[in-house]
């Protein structure tokens, strides 16, 4: 007869944490979904939080993808050789849930936007998140119900065999993970594995759908001018002649058709223009010679009107610059800045955009408009390597410099400049690619640009 001390108590957990075997599965199937969710709520978070993380950049995303792998492959290959059983099993497990996580954030997000559209960065994040803790709830019930399965399979066989008094053995803990929470962690894994790669091309689908319909590049997007026409009233600097339209021929021909041709002149300083390095640089680009990839890109709008307006001699500084990088973000590399002084709404009045309509040597002496700081030049080319600088003014530096040093910063770098844009206050903080193309001129210093910008849907 057994006695009440005597009955048989479940044997303690074969890893040693006193942990009961029964619940061990779900627990560390817990640990595996908790760990990816708070890795996918941690990232997210880190990444709007912190201006030095800006989502534009395809190599932060591709970094991260590549660590996350890494720990995949850290935690998964212990768990597959030797099981995971014990404190280092759990500890595995947590870091192939981390390094899942990570993996399958940025994969998401590089698959669906290419990693150069920030402006899908939420439809991606939602989706993303939602795929993310789906998936990892899926891998907590795999493993529970797989190992939950396996163990009262393997349980009934213990019982089975067991003596009158004898315990039955949970062989799920023996030994590390044990053959059924095994084949539970490595089933659920690949279930888990395949869904992702489904649910990715579900969301790059919805992404593309959302932002990246077939035909034209400007479907469905708004676009905004940046250029101003050129005719008998746009700005040219004052030393200057002014643009020239000469009839060839306009009217009925002998064919009886309409025909219309003519000749222009301009000087390449004038209007909505380039200043293609050479301008100021010895051996740096000319016209001709511009990347692609400086004349179209992502760019941001830095607003300094309200400054500028006050101050006709106010130089946008590394301080306006960071200001607006805490509200809106790091400017990524390669962006095209845009720098928004208000001076647009002058146009063609010479006298309030430039500070004087008169014309000849003279006259520059009197100019007056803002500008950029050589040191906010200098920074945006060391610290941000922006691909070009624009501005709704008739120089990048202010009417009053005579040393041109903003100029001379960024096109020893063969950074251009676009100067006397237009519309700069339709355009928004980010999220707009800008196209600006001049004129081929080759050998040339500058020329007339036409410049758009394509905003996001």
Request: net charge negative.
């Amino acid at each position: 007869m057994t006695t009440a001390s005597e009955a048989p108590r479940p044997a303690p957990a074969a890893d040693g944490s006193g942990a009961d075997p029964a619940r061990r599965p779900l627990r560390d199937a817990l640990v595996v979904a908790g760990t990816m969710a708070a890795t996918f709520a941690v990232l997210r978070l880190a990444l709007a939080a912190s201006p030095g993380a800006d989502l534009d950049v395809a190599g932060y995303n591709v970094h991260h993808l590549f660590t996350g792998l890494l720990l995949v492959a850290a935690g998964g290959l212990p768990l597959a050789i030797r099981g995971g059983g014990g404190r280092a099993g759990t500890a595995a497990r947590a870091v192939f849930a981390v390094g899942l996580a990570m993996a399958l954030d940025e994969w998401v997000y590089l698959i669906a936007t290419d990693g150069s559209n920030a402006s899908y960065l939420l439809p991606v994040s939602l989706w993303g998140g939602v795929a993310v803790v789906g998936l990892a709830i899926f891998y907590a019930l795999a493993v529970g119900a797989v190992a939950a399965r396996c163990r009262r399979r393997e349980g009934a066989g213990g019982e089975t065999g067991a003596g009158a008094g004898e315990v039955p053995v949970d062989r799920s803990s023996a030994g590390g993970l044990g053959g059924g929470r095994t084949a539970a962690v490595h089933a659920s894994t690949v279930v888990l594995l395949a869904c992702a790669v489904a649910a990715g091309g579900c969301i790059s689908v919805q992404v593309q759908e959302v932002g990246a319909p077939g035909g034209s590049l400007a479907e469905g997007r708004r676009i905004v001018d940046l250029t101003h026409a050129f005719d008998a009233d746009t700005v040219y600097w004052p030393t200057a002649e002014g643009f020239r339209l000469e009839e060839d021929f306009r009217g009925p021909t002998e064919g009886g058709y309409w025909y219309e041709a003519n000749r222009f002149c301009a000087a390449e300083h004038g209007g909505t223009h380039l200043d293609a390095p050479v301008h100021f640089a010895r051996g740096r680009h000319a016209a001709d010679e511009v990347p692609l990839d400086r004349l179209v890109g992502r760019a941001v709008t830095v607003d300094v009107s309200a400054a500028a307006l006050a101050d006709p001699g106010h130089e946008v500084s590394v301080r306006e610059l960071r200001d607006w990088e805490e509200e809106h973000g790091r400017i990524p590399p390669g962006a095209i800045v845009l720098l928004h002084t208000g001076y647009g709404r002058y146009w063609p009045d010479r006298a309030r955009y430039m500070g004087t309509d008169r014309r000849g040597p003279e006259a520059v002496a009197d100019l007056r408009f803002p500008g950029l700081h050589p040191d906010a030049a200098r920074w945006l080319v060391e610290e941000r390597a922006v691909g070009a600088v624009g501005i709704d003014t008739p120089s990048i530096d202010t009417g009053s410099s005579t040393l041109f040093w903003s100029h001379r910063v960024l096109f020893e770098q063969n950074v251009p400049a676009f100067e006397n844009l237009a519309n700069l206050d339709r355009l928004p903080p980010r999220g707009f690619t800008v196209v600006a193309l001049p004129m081929k001129i080759r050998g040339g210093s500058g020329g007339p640009l036409r410049a758009i910008a394509l905003l996001d849907r």
